[in-house]
């Protein structure tokens, strides 16, 4: 269908004059808390900085972080929604910074399906095709298609409010698909649905991608929709580009602090740990524990010529485990039982943590023992252990 192609999109925002007045501060009234979330200049407010990214044919990309970071603008810029400030912005070999949205052959998915409520199922997906002046049984083909692949074909003829929150989103993709378009862009399009409708329709999203020869283009803050959606993940936070990479590669190979904190559910635990040696190999020692790291590990940190001294050390809470001799002492704060595992909020060195244990072959005994205020000690291998700059808080591996 189409490759898309952003070089150094930016996106500023003008001043209109009120925000460069200095406001008046009432007498005993604390000081304004400072935005620095996102850089000003002497042109406005910029909130999606120096994007680039190439987007293959028929590539599910996700863009994904938290709210305010410029996922959305980013994606209303391509959609033509927005006006780019800034870079340029191919659709195919197509610059399309000046063409219209109409125009570049794109279709978009909204968070609150934006259907006509005086309009059918029918009317809705078919209205784009109407203004087009297709011919009406290539209309209804399209449509009856459509309708087939979401499983909506039994609601055509009801309007809007005569369905369920899933059911409209569908009718909103319908009418996006109907279009055939090059490029289909989604704007967090299960924000609005409960967890299990949540979970049913990103199912049916990969199912769709399937079925339908074109580019997504998906937005999210939810990082679980980016893991099973993407081909590929966008982090982003404050207008810039954290990492981009396959779910895997982010997973595994976090660039920094805060893509490891973002990525992973519960977030992945930060200790202050110190990077030193030990016969020659890298290890980590952190609350009277040294853990040598993995081979693979060792490379990259030889690679890079870290240096031994105090570091940022990252362990998920899926890969601890509890230790009988030496550990990390720990004190059990919080124990949520969740059937197959136990989540354990714990304090150690300071810092919370948190344990996933599994329960397989645990008896109700051990299980019981881990209460609020249960003393334990935790390890975990040096395979999966990552650590960062104390400064600048990117992954020294990187």
């Known amino acids: ?70 996922k959305s603008t980013t994606l209303r810029m391509i959609a033509g929604l927005e006006e780019i400030s800034e870079g340029e912005l191919y659709i195919g070999d197509r610059l399309v910074n000046d063409v219209a949205p109409k125009d570049r052959d794109t279709a978009m998915v909204f968070q609150n399906y934006a259907l006509y409520p005086h309009m059918t199922v029918y009317d809705n997906m078919a209205f784009a095709l109407k203004l087009r002046h297709m011919p009406k049984k290539e209309i209804e083909a399209k449509v009856h298609q459509a309708a087939a692949i979401l499983d909506i074909t039994e609601y055509l003829n009801r309007k809007p409010k005569a369905l369920s929150g899933g059911q409209r989103q569908r009718v909103a993709i319908g009418r996006a698909i109907v279009r ?85 559910a519960p977030q992945m635990n930060f200790l202050d740990a110190d990077l030193v040696k030990v016969d020659g190999k890298y290890a980590v020692s952190v609350g009277g524990t040294t853990i040598v790291l993995s081979d693979d590990k060792q490379e990259r940190l030889a690679a890079n010529n870290v240096e031994e ?34 989540h354990l909020h714990a304090t150690a060195l300071g810092k919370d943590v948190v344990l996933i244990l599994s329960t397989m072959n645990m008896t109700g005994a051990e299980i019981s023992a881990l209460t609020m205020g249960a003393q334990i000690k935790f390890t975990f291998p040096g395979s999966v252990c990552h650590v960062f700059d104390k400064e600048t808080g990117i992954n020294l591996e990187a």
């Open 309 to 342: 001294g105090p570091v940022t050390m990252g362990v998920r809470p899926e890969h601890v485990s509890l230790a009988e001799g030496e550990g990390i002492d720990a004190s059990v704060d919080v124990h949520e039982l969740m059937g197959s595992s136990i």
């Open 180 to 264: 055939d378009p090059k490029v289909m862009l989604m704007d967090e399009p299960l924000s609005n649905l409960d967890a299990k409708l949540r979970n049913q329709m990103r199912a049916e999203i990969i199912k769709l991608r399937e079925r339908i020869d074109t580019t997504f283009i998906y937005v999210t803050h939810d990082q679980t929709e980016a893991m099973t959606l993407g081909d590929r993940i966008v982090i982003m936070k404050d207008g810039f580009i954290q990492q981009i990479g396959t779910p895997q590669e982010v997973f595994n190979h976090p660039y920094n602090l805060f893509v490891a904190g973002f990525i992973g």
């Open 1 to 70: 269908m189409a490759t898309v192609t952003l070089k150094n999109i930016k996106k500023i925002y003008p001043f209109n004059g009120d925000e460069m007045k200095p406001k008046k501060k009432k007498k005993g009234a604390p000081e304004p808390e400072k935005k620095v979330n996102l850089q000003i200049t002497d042109k406005g407010v910029v909130a999606v900085q120096e994007f680039n990214l190439e987007i293959a044919d028929k590539e599910f990309i996700v863009l994904v972080g938290p709210s305010g970071c410029g």
